[in-house]
């Protein structure tokens, strides 16, 4: 029988106990934390908020369900308006304060080298997940504490969309290019360009626009004026939609082909212009498959603010995280991590 003297040591040693094994390392509170820089406002947004949405309904149903083996996934996200300074101070918050075992980049390119800097001070893994692979990320010589989950390569999708322009071309092609100016979209307009010139195809106009123009219709005056029939984009959705809108406003009646960014399905349906083209890696909705249904179901459950078409991107960012989660031995670390990400060979049905 406890005495009225020895309730209150009871309770205090349970709450001792409570509060010791929550703050002991490897109970099952702990949490592997991921760290992200995103673009949520800004240039690129219409990109990389879905991209969020997404993360973040997944891993809201894989904690719900217990986390991986039994730790919750801590999700912590910064918003970096794709300015380089901001990813910086994010990446460095992230990895000194925040403690995460892992980075991750969801921004445009301008952002890209001041986080692998933090990256590669501090050994923390960064992925690119929703923008663009870059060159650092494929062989010959990769560097090891960067990796990517998507599915569009600088020096990669290139070779397709060229060697499609030629393919398809019924007259010489008079070949515009069109890029946004941040570095990786730049370097594989210049790609482009020079790929163009060893196919026998003419160059006659190539324009690189500043993220955030209000107005493309000077580019898309000097496209028409140079004589173009053809026009390639590679650059984040608004800069690629936009010049096209433009020339089709000033009565240009050439073709264009362009990266399938996760709002092209739709966009595709607003447009209904034969004459656009996209090109990309990840199946429509239309396909109807079951990923594709569980996006769907996910997104209406949770009430996503974006279209779930848009999902796409960061519904992969998540499976593959999921995935290095799993094959990442507890406790985890980003040493840890940065193995297990070499590791993953994931093909979701």
Same mark, same amino acid.
């Given at each position: 029988?406890?005495?009225?003297? @020895?309730?209150?040591?009871?309770? =205090? @040693?349970?709450?001792?106990?409570?509060?010791?094994?929550?703050?002991?390392? =490897?109970?099952?509170?702990?949490?592997?934390?991921? =760290?992200?820089?995103?673009?949520?406002?800004?240039?690129?947004?219409?990109?990389?908020?879905?991209?969020?949405?997404?993360? *973040?309904?997944?891993?809201?149903?894989?904690?719900?369900?217990?986390?991986?083996?039994?730790?919750?996934?801590? &999700?912590?996200?910064?918003?970096?308006?794709?300015?380089?300074?901001?990813?910086?101070?994010?990446?460095?918050?992230?990895?000194?304060? *925040?403690?995460?075992?892992?980075?991750?980049?969801?921004?445009?390119?301008?952002?890209?080298?001041?986080?692998?800097?933090?990256?590669?001070?501090?050994?923390?893994?960064?992925?690119?997940?929703?923008?663009?692979?870059?060159? *650092?990320?494929?062989?010959?010589?990769?560097?090891? !504490?960067?990796?990517?989950?998507?599915? !569009?390569?600088?020096?990669?999708?290139?070779?397709?969309?060229?060697?499609?322009?030629?393919?398809?071309?019924?007259?010489?092609?008079?070949?515009?290019?069109? #890029? @946004?100016? &941040?570095?990786?979209?730049? =370097?594989?307009?210049?790609?482009?360009?020079?790929?163009?010139?060893? @196919?026998?195809?003419?160059?006659?106009?190539?324009?690189? %626009?500043?993220?955030?123009?209000?107005? !493309?219709?000077?580019?898309?005056?000097?496209?028409?004026?140079? #004589?173009?029939?053809?026009?390639?984009?590679?650059?984040?959705?608004?800069?690629?939609?936009?010049?096209?809108?433009?020339?089709?406003?000033?009565?240009?009646?050439?073709?264009?082909?362009?990266?399938?960014? %996760?709002?092209?399905? *739709?966009?595709?349906?607003?447009?209904?212009?034969?004459?656009?083209?996209?090109?990309?890696?990840?199946?429509?909705?239309?396909?109807?498959?079951?990923?594709?249904?569980?996006?769907?179901?996910?997104?209406?459950?949770?009430?996503?603010?974006?279209?779930?078409?848009?999902? %796409?991107?960061?519904?992969?960012?998540?499976?593959?995280?999921?995935?290095?989660?799993?094959?990442?031995?507890?406790?985890?670390?980003?040493?840890? &991590?940065?193995?297990?990400?070499?590791?993953?060979?994931?093909?979701?049905?």
């Amino acid at each position: 029988m406890l005495r009225k003297g @020895m309730v209150g040591q009871f309770v =205090g @040693m349970i709450l001792f106990f409570l509060i010791l094994f929550y703050l002991t390392p =490897g109970s099952a509170q702990e949490a592997y934390r991921v =760290g992200c820089s995103m673009a949520i406002t800004g240039p690129g947004a219409e990109i990389y908020g879905p991209l969020k949405d997404a993360i *973040d309904i997944y891993f809201k149903e894989i904690n719900v369900k217990g986390g991986v083996k039994g730790h919750p996934v801590k &999700i912590i996200i910064e918003d970096d308006a794709a300015e380089p300074s901001k990813a910086a101070t994010n990446a460095k918050k992230l990895v000194t304060q *925040d403690k995460v075992h892992l980075l991750l980049n969801g921004s445009l390119s301008s952002t890209y080298a001041p986080m692998i800097q933090v990256a590669q001070q501090f050994k923390v893994p960064l992925m690119f997940a929703g923008g663009v692979c870059p060159p *650092d990320v494929y062989p010959p010589k990769p560097d090891p !504490y960067l990796f990517c989950s998507t599915a !569009y390569g600088a020096r990669y999708d290139s070779r397709f969309a060229i060697s499609f322009i030629k393919g398809e071309a019924e007259t010489p092609v008079r070949l515009a290019l069109v #890029g @946004m100016n &941040i570095p990786v979209s730049r =370097g594989e307009i210049d790609f482009a360009e020079e790929l163009s010139k060893t @196919m026998g195809i003419e160059i006659v106009d190539k324009e690189i %626009t500043p993220p955030g123009t209000p107005d !493309y219709t000077p580019f898309a005056s000097k496209i028409k004026n140079a #004589g173009a029939n053809w026009a390639y984009a590679w650059a984040p959705w608004g800069s690629q939609v936009r010049p096209f809108e433009a020339l089709r406003k000033l009565g240009w009646n050439g073709k264009y082909l362009a990266y399938a960014h %996760t709002p092209s399905e *739709d966009e595709l349906k607003r447009l209904k212009d034969d004459g656009f083209y996209v090109f990309g890696t990840n199946a429509f909705f239309a396909d109807r498959s079951d990923i594709h249904k569980k996006i769907k179901s996910a997104s209406e459950k949770e009430k996503s603010i974006f279209p779930y078409t848009q999902l %796409t991107e960061g519904w992969i960012a998540a499976t593959v995280l999921e995935e290095v989660l799993k094959k990442t031995p507890w406790p985890p670390n980003p040493e840890k &991590i940065r193995a297990a990400m070499s590791q993953v060979n994931l093909n979701p049905a």
